[in-house]
């Protein structure tokens, strides 16, 4: 079983909707928690943090349960260009390397 | 360029030949990791270096594989003797320590390896 588990899709949702990804990890140990963002061919960047109180920037909500090791990503009003793939990623410290899960493919269609 | 810079972007080689890539990091980060992304999958991380010395390696790094970061600057990711399941995009990242938890990673553009 990996250590982060999401659903690879691919969600094909029309502009303007809501769509929203799940994540699980397995390492109780997990300290800190990520939602990663990768164009097809390009390099992953950073898209939000993840906190137990919520994290909200712009149409994008990010949500963390420690006790169900569950990650939400919730985007709203989609665009066009929101269309990529989405990963989650966790770390146990600041000591240990980032670990990804195998994202969750996201197509907004006009 | 700022960024964290890769070369070669893309690698065609034959089974058996060895290959080098190379990763220059952001100029004042002291952490550099290695990362393999295959078709379909999140990236997987293979090894890390703080300053100059590795710190940690995966045991997906067989003992083909070879990183080293001699001035804790630039670093060199080698494999020999490289079979087709070795065909992948290759990551460097960099960080600041203080800046790792709040994932403040920074990735090249990849090095893309094809093994025929």
């Known amino acids: 079983r990996k250590e982060v588990e999401q659903d690879p899709g691919p969600f094909n949702v029309p502009e303007g909707a809501t769509v929203a990804f799940n994540c699980t990890y397995s390492?109780?140990?997990?300290?800190?928690f990520f939602w990663y963002r990768q164009d097809c061919r390009k390099e992953p960047k950073l898209l939000m943090s993840?906190?137990?109180s919520g994290n909200e920037d712009g149409r994008f909500t990010a949500q963390l349960n420690r006790a169900s090791q569950y990650i939400s990503l919730l985007i709203r009003d989609s665009k066009l260009s929101d269309s990529a793939t989405y990963l989650c990623?966790?770390?146990?410290?600041?000591?240990?390397?980032?670990?990804f899960g195998k994202g969750t493919r996201l197509s907004v269609i006009a | 360029d700022t960024g964290v810079s890769q070369d070669p972007r893309h690698k065609i080689t034959k089974r058996g030949q060895n290959v080098t890539f190379r990763c220059d990091p952001i100029?004042?980060?002291?952490?550099l990791y290695w990362y393999r992304q295959t078709l379909g999958q999140g990236p997987e991380f293979l090894t890390y270096?703080?300053?100059?010395?590795?710190?940690?390696k995966s045991r997906l790094l067989s003992d083909r594989f070879s990183a080293e970061r001699p001035k804790g600057s630039f670093s060199t990711l080698e494999i020999q003797r490289t079979e087709q399941g070795d065909s992948a995009m290759y990551l460097c990242?960099?960080?600041?320590?203080?800046?790792?938890?709040?994932?403040?990673?920074?990735f090249g553009s990849g090095t893309r390896l094809t093994v025929v």
């Open positions: 270096f703080q300053n100059e010395a590795q710190l940690e």
């Open positions: 390492n109780s140990a997990s300290q800190s």
């Open positions: 100029s004042e980060h002291n952490r």
């Open positions: 993840v906190y137990s």
């Open positions: 990623v966790v770390t146990h410290s600041g000591n240990t390397p980032l670990v």
């Open positions: 990242a960099s960080s600041l320590i203080g800046e790792a938890d709040a994932g403040g990673y920074t």
